[in-house]
């Protein structure tokens, strides 16, 4: 049913999503699609790059040759699993697909990088009905776009209301709200895209009440009461009770941490006070499994789009948190997520430079001793998505670039350029 929504005429086909290896288990959702983005715009190789930065003759090398890699484990493992989710959809098989949601998510499933597994096969499983229903929105045609949620509905009615199914449902109701709504400060958004953001989180929040997170031990339906925050008239005093229940739910997966991190800014539902409340409280519940590292985790995307986050941060805690997940989380992904941003993307100036001094210093131990390959794709994102419309390619050469340069500056034993103050630029 929803592949009528299918666009191209090239047929789908199955992809096969290799085993993956346990690993130590670890982004509530993304903003609107930007798998699908990903899906439609490249075709990622999968052999490695022949691309090595040689620095073999530069003194106080401590590694001479780190290979960069055109695809990752983790981006082929993220692509398969979204195109898995979008090739049952097409073939109406909902049945099969709610039950590998579900089992992915009661499973705790995550790709090495701690995404969870059933984000992005219900990411790819609603990725046509979203692009159609996003097209709708760009003409201003609130019934198509309805018409589109409503045949999702018909499949879920189909399905015994499967709970994996209305993940999908649901969240393909927040990204067409968000689609609405856009980007822009509330006071500019036309009154009736407002109404249709509210109306879409209602149908969302109406799906997701018939579901207890906790009896069906499901993260994932948490994960959507928290996307939920933005509609409600007051989401100060239901976040951090929200977020708990979440992170309860799923203390070993980071993205959740991430999220009420970003949530607790002020320009979200909280404060810097709170923010700070919340790093150390999470910390402290997820001590077994994280060490200090719950406190780092919650901290890193407010740092990352804020930052006067940075007042109250307690650097000696949020570098003992790098060390405490590189520990315990060991992939080549978190290895460039925290290289790129302690090496290219922190900002020299700003509240507490002391801070930034201890953080940007974490750069030369994390490519000392973590660092084996690189990502560009990780450090092109790194410093934000201002430059999202760059092809694949120019993203790959862009993040080529930073990391070359970022561990030039290592090998030659200078500080980054992130260190405040840095004489040696």
Request: overall charge negative; charged content about 25%; some cysteine.
């Amino acid at each position: 049913m929803i592949s009528r929504y299918i666009l191209g005429n090239s047929p789908a086909r199955p992809a096969t999503v290799p085993d993956k290896p346990k690993a130590c288990q670890m982004p509530v959702l993304d903003n609107l699609t930007t798998l699908i983005r990903k899906a439609r715009s490249a075709s990622y190789p999968g052999a490695l790059s022949t691309s090595v930065l040689h620095i073999e003759a530069m003194p106080l090398v401590p590694k001479p040759d780190i290979p960069f890699l055109k695809t990752s484990e983790e981006e082929d493992l993220h692509d398969a699993l979204f195109e898995a989710g979008l090739y049952l959809a097409r073939q109406d098989a909902w049945g099969t697909l709610g039950d590998r949601i579900r089992t992915a998510d009661v499973n705790r499933a995550t790709t090495p990088g701690g995404v969870p597994e059933a984000d992005i096969l219900a990411e790819g499983a609603r990725a046509d009905a979203v692009t159609a229903a996003t097209r709708a929105v760009s003409l201003g045609d609130e019934l198509g776009a309805v018409s589109i949620t409503n045949d999702m509905q018909l499949v879920l009615d189909e399905t015994n209301f499967d709970h994996g199914v209305a993940y999908v449902v649901a969240t393909a109701h927040i990204d067409i709200g968000w689609a609405w709504r856009g980007e822009g400060w509330r006071q500019d958004i036309p009154a009736a895209h407002r109404a249709a953001f509210f109306r879409h989180f209602k149908s969302a929040g109406a799906l997701i009440d018939r579901y207890d997170a906790f009896e069906l031990d499901s993260p994932m339906l948490a994960a959507v009461r928290c996307a939920l925050l933005s509609s409600e008239t007051r989401p100060r005093i239901r976040a951090s009770d929200d977020y708990e229940d979440l992170i309860d739910l799923a203390p070993g997966i980071a993205k959740y941490m991430r999220a009420l991190g970003n949530h607790m800014l002020p320009r979200w539902f909280g404060s810097y006070e709170r923010l700070d409340h919340e790093a150390r409280r999470t910390m402290e519940r997820t001590a077994d499994i994280w060490g200090a590292g719950g406190y780092t985790w919650t901290y890193l995307d407010a740092l990352s789009v804020d930052d006067d986050a940075f007042a109250l941060l307690d650097a000696e805690l949020f570098c003992s948190g790098l060390r405490d997940i590189l520990t315990r989380q060991s992939d080549q992904h978190t290895a460039n997520v925290f290289a790129a941003y302690t090496g290219t993307a922190l900002i020299t100036n700003g509240v507490n430079l002391d801070a930034r001094k201890q953080i940007a210093a974490c750069f030369d131990w994390i490519v000392t001793d973590h660092l084996t390959e690189v990502h560009p794709r990780v450090w092109y994102a790194a410093k934000g998505v201002w430059a999202s419309r760059l092809d694949d390619q120019d993203r790959l050469a862009k993040g080529r670039q930073r990391a070359s340069a970022a561990l030039t500056r290592h090998a030659r034993g200078l500080a980054p350029l992130t260190a405040p103050l840095a004489d040696d630029a």
